[in-house]
């Protein structure tokens, strides 16, 4: 029947489970993959392009759209990048409050991510879940900055506005409920064999390929390197808080179901620790109106929810920078997708897509 | 040409009765899958923390009108490159299929199309596998990789699980030693005990088979949205893609009314022979009562006056209903259209509770990989149901023996039930031995089946 020839199918741009508009080649035997290309681009923006022409503060919404599951990790890592081409430092307070917001987005990434990698693997029930929690989480943006997706939370030098007055009582209500939903998801699917059979063995990438790839994130760690920019080159308020760095052994899929569902639970703890002790002062370091970084060139990364989002910066002395670089981590995490996908069955495409968790508006940017 | 009227007028007249229901099922059934999709998605709705369908009607029950309308309506494409005749003749094949299997069906001792064919259980069973055609043309006349592959998989499921299926029914005919629908009711009233107690692993086996020759979530691969797309579905549009829909529905009451006629005593209430427990006939005349009363609550509740027009009116139906069932068990005159009245509320009833299982494991539980699906059908579900019937069979040899009949049959298929259980957890433990994975290096024919 099939088993004879090669079969070149399309996987999107428009399919259910490419999660945006990538669009993967699969070279077929019968239902096994013998080869795949990803086909990328169809959401470029020109996002760096844009960065030329415009100044310092006005280019920040736009890191926003890049992972716009995961705005307010993108705002930080430019804000910050930003900042150490001023030298200038935000305050205890404005780097406090960031730590829980960048932290509540990893919590609603993560969540975006576990609904639609289950719904993929045929669970419909988790999405509505994991949406139910991420939609608390919107609301807590939603009050400090009046927006929930694409919020531009913060700016250059520190924030612009002050923790709302039931800041801390939201935050700590979620995380307070968010432990027992945790459990929650993890009775649908941790222990559930059609989930271990899906997941198990599937798309693995060892430790060695995956530093080769340059992969970084859950994936990354999922591998069983224990590297977290949160650790190694702590930014933001990081240094302060205890909190563990899971690794997986095998690097699969489901190993990065593991390590992505500890993530949440961790993020939890730092959000508790950070609440309790939000220093008072002022939210905003002394940066001026216009913006003339002195000429240089910087590179600043920090762990987004997807792995290190890394900015890189050249100055020229004007109001807009010379040159802005962006690593976006979907971008590079997708390129070991042909590695993981080999010698699997078409079902396991969508399993593997899933579990890289990209973002098509980062790769493509 | 008068030869003919004759002719024709002889027939009416002989088969009237089978036409009318045959015409009342084309018609009605659309409207039933219809409401099976809406109870579908309400039922979803619950379990994931949502409303569900809110808009159209009161809660949404005038949903898969809308729907309906909507899928007539909408343009009739047909791809450039597709087979044009077969691509039109497939869907209608498939939904041939599923209704013809229907007319079968006993629903209560009273309505049956096909009245008392002594192929009963066989003529349902393989009628609605010739669905199957339906779905490999729709797949290759699409002339797309997606539904090429959905054909694929389903017709190499079908095939398989439908091994499985018929072993299982099989198991529960030896109790019987009859294809005759109405007969095998009969018996388990005679007996006293539905199948499903005497043969509980051919209950299981068919279960299964059942969830995946219907291509229902966790084996639903054909369609499996988030890999192909639609599966063989994927061309299809608007009315023909409704006709699979309803073809798949109506399959799903095939399989439910097949299990719920071999294994719980079809039409039969529960425990039908012990006269003490007649109480249990106020049962149904009460659920639909208070249906009808809670929707009388609701009626304030509703936004406008139509929508409580609307519920008034639902209320007055399962009014109704509700005096149609209760008459027979209290007014005298009625009594003989008791079997009839109730029989068919009991087997709907039980039929329902079969489909709300399928719908929970969907709401429930991931997807199978293809070559797993394969090898829990023929690795597992296919040797457990085997041996099953060799062991039932011993059993009925053994109570032949000593003269068991009714509730007493327990004692001999019990240890034959404990003991495919055993051989059924041998089987897991071999595969688990064998390793969960499948060697990638293997010749990947799947469908070799």
Not at chain 1, 241 to 262: A, H, N, Q, S, W
Not at chain 2, 312 to 332: E, R, S, T
């Amino acid at each position: 029947m099939l088993g004879a020839d090669e079969l070149v199918i399309n996987m999107g741009p428009q399919h259910p489970s490419t999660h945006g508009v990538l669009r993967v080649k699969l070279k077929l035997d019968g239902e096994r993959v013998i080869g795949s290309e990803c086909i990328i681009g169809y959401l470029h923006r020109g996002v760096e392009k844009i960065a030329e022409n415009r100044t310092y503060q006005q280019f920040a919404p736009y890191v926003d759209r890049m992972d716009y599951v995961a705005a307010v990790s993108s705002g930080l890592g430019y804000c910050e990048a930003i900042e150490k081409l001023l030298m200038v430092e935000a305050p205890p307070r404005a780097r406090v409050i960031r730590t829980i917001l960048t932290e509540l987005q990893r919590i609603a990434s993560h969540l975006l991510w576990l609904g639609t990698h289950a719904l993929d693997i045929g669970a419909l029930t988790p999405l509505f879940y994991c949406f139910r929690e991420r939609e608390e989480i919107l609301k807590i943006f939603e009050k400090y900055c009046g927006a929930r997706l694409t919020t531009h939370a913060f700016r250059i030098g520190g924030l612009q506005y002050e923790a709302h007055d039931t800041f801390e009582k939201d935050v700590e209500r979620f995380c307070k409920d968010f432990e027992s939903r945790i459990v929650e998801y993890e009775t649908l699917l941790t222990q559930n064999r059609i989930w271990i059979g899906r997941t198990k063995g599937v798309g693995i990438l060892t430790a060695a390929d995956a530093i080769a790839f340059g992969v970084t994130g859950p994936v990354l760690r999922a591998s069983g390197v224990k590297w977290d920019i949160r650790k190694a080159m702590p930014y933001a308020a990081y240094d302060q808080y205890k909190f563990e760095i899971p690794v997986g052994t095998t690097g699969d899929t489901y190993d990065r179901y593991l390590v992505r569902m500890e993530e949440m639970r961790q993020s939890r703890l730092i959000c508790l620790q950070a609440i309790e002790n939000i220093p008072t002062g002022p939210i905003m370091a002394k940066v001026g109106k216009v913006l003339k970084p002195p000429p240089g060139e910087v590179y600043h990364a920090i762990e987004a929810p997807k792995g290190e989002i890394g900015y890189y910066v050249v100055s020229d002395g004007t109001v807009m920078p010379y040159r802005v670089h962006i690593r976006p981590p979907s971008f590079i995490n997708l390129q070991a997708f042909d590695r993981m996908v080999r010698g699997h069955l078409v079902a396991d495409v969508v399993a593997i897509i899933g579990t890289i968790d990209i973002v098509l508006g980062e790769v493509d940017r | 040409m008068n030869a003919l009227f004759q002719a024709t007028i002889e027939f009416l007249k002989a088969f009237w009765a089978p036409l009318l229901c045959g015409v009342a099922i084309v018609a009605i059934l659309p409207l039933v899958v219809g409401y099976i999709v809406l109870v579908e998605r309400k039922l979803m709705a619950d379990m994931q923390a949502r409303l569900g369908p809110m808009r159209v009607g009161p809660h949404g029950l005038l949903q898969p009108i809308a729907d309906a309308v909507k899928l007539l309506i909408k343009e009739d494409i047909i791809p450039d490159d597709a087979d044009k005749l077969v691509f039109w003749l497939a869907p209608v094949l498939s939904v041939g299929a599923a209704l013809l299997s229907l007319a079968g069906l006993a629903i209560g001792p009273a309505f049956q199309i096909a009245q008392d064919i002594n192929i009963g259980i066989l003529f349902v069973v393989g009628v609605s596998a010739l669905g199957i055609f339906g779905i490999v043309l729709g797949g290759w006349a699409s002339n797309s990789h997606y539904s090429l592959m959905g054909a694929l998989r389903s017709s190499a499921q079908l095939v398989s699980y439908e091994t499985a299926a018929g072993m299982a029914l099989v198991s529960a005919l030896l109790f019987t030693g009859t294809l005759n629908i109405k007969s095998i009711v009969e018996a388990q009233s005679k007996e006293g005990i539905w199948f499903v107690l005497l043969a509980p692993v051919a209950f299981f086996c068919y279960l299964v088979a059942s969830i995946a020759e219907t291509n229902r979530a966790p084996f639903d691969l054909p369609e499996a949205e988030s890999e192909l797309v639609a599966g063989y579905m994927t061309e299809f549009s608007g009315f023909r893609w409704s006709l699979y829909f309803l073809a798949e529905y109506a399959n799903m009451i095939v399989v439910a009314s097949v299990a719920t006629t071999l294994f719980l005593g079809g039409w039969l209430r529960p425990f039908a022979s012990v006269s003490w427990l007649n109480v249990l006939d106020f049962l149904p005349p009460l659920l639909i009562l208070a249906i009808g009363a809670y929707c009388i609550v609701r009626v304030p509740k509703q936004p406008t006056r139509v929508q409580q027009m609307f519920m008034l009116a639902v209320a007055g139906l399962c009014f109704v209903l509700g005096l149609v069932l209760l008459a027979p068990v209290v007014v005298p005159v009625a009594k003989p259209f008791y079997s009839g009245i109730h029989g068919g509320f009991w087997f709907i009833f039980k039929v329902s509770l079969y489909i709300y299982f399928f719908m929970w494991l969907r709401f429930t539980i991931p997807r199978y990989r293809f070559d797993q699906l394969m090898r829990l059908g023929w690795h597992f579900l296919i040797p457990l149901s085997i041996i099953n019937v060799l062991l039932v069979g011993v059993a009925l040899i053994a109570g032949a023996y000593f003269h068991l009949q009714g509730w007493g049959l327990l004692l001999v298929t019990t240890p034959a039930a404990v003991i495919a259980l055993v051989v059924a957890l041998l089987i897991l433990a071999a595969e688990k031995s064998r390793g969960a994975r499948p060697d990638q290096t293997a010749a990947s024919d799947f469908y070799a089946g």
